[in-house]
């Protein structure tokens, strides 16, 4: 695609049930990261693919938090029994080749609310 | 460890007057730094980056930044403010081989008419 997608735009969930964001990156490109941005704040690193394989989840807050990219192009985020706490803007970027000062686009977000 | 603070959550400016927005950062090393803007319900768009090459870099939609090694500073101008410009702008520090993004917290740039 031309950009990098996400769904659903915007999540309200019951404190309690799972939910699963997804990121679709642009097509070809190898790296795929996420993050998650608190209001009022700028995005703070969560996790971080080459390909399909994990390479840092330094950055999931706890083991409700889990990612997966099977095929090496679309990523899941998927978080079990939310938290008000886990109300935030989730975002996904990817860049071209295996990270390191490559410049890293970002899709439109996922909001998240937690009720 | 990196960090970066931008000075100002809030600017405001008339049409057609400069801008500035404040970045300082914080690196071991020779950072990468970006700028990146956010418009509603948009993704974040990257305007300019620098990666040890000039230190005066020009970006998108005019706007323009300069590494200063002695500040720690990568401050964001354009000479003339449009309506369009309003949105939340982001500075980031990225180390050098790393591909963890630093950002800052964002400053909100209003333009009045």
């Known amino acids: 695609g031309a950009g990098v997608s996400q769904s659903p735009r915007y999540k309200v969930t019951k404190r309690g049930q799972d939910v699963a964001l997804r990121c679709d990156p642009i097509s070809g490109h190898v790296s795929l990261y996420w993050y998650r941005q608190a209001l009022g704040q700028g995005p703070e690193f969560l996790t971080y693919f080459n390909y399909e394989a994990q390479q840092d989840k330094s950055g999931l807050p706890n083991d409700r938090f889990s990612a997966e990219r099977p095929e090496g192009s679309i990523s899941t985020l998927t978080i079990q029994r939310t938290e008000q706490r886990d109300s935030a803007m989730y975002r996904c970027?990817?860049?071209?080749?295996?990270?390191?000062?490559?410049?890293?686009?970002f899709g439109p977000g996922t909001r998240l609310l937690v009720l | 460890a990196q960090s970066v603070t931008q000075l100002d959550s809030h600017v405001s400016v008339s049409e057609g007057t400069p801008v500035l927005l404040r970045c300082n950062y914080s690196?071991?090393?020779?950072?990468?730094l970006f700028w990146y803007v956010q418009h509603p319900n948009k993704g974040l768009q990257l305007l300019l980056k620098y990666t040890s090459a000039a230190t005066l870099v020009k970006g998108i939609n005019g706007f323009e930044a300069e590494f200063k090694k002695s500040e720690t500073s990568f401050h964001l101008t354009k000479p003339s403010a449009h309506m369009s410009d309003a949105a939340e702008y982001f500075c980031v520090v990225s180390d050098p081989g790393t591909y963890k993004y630093i950002f800052g917290t964002g400053t909100r740039l209003k333009v009045l008419a």
């Open positions: 970027a990817s860049s071209l080749v295996l990270a390191g000062q490559e410049t890293q686009y």
């Open positions: 690196s071991s090393y020779s950072p990468s």
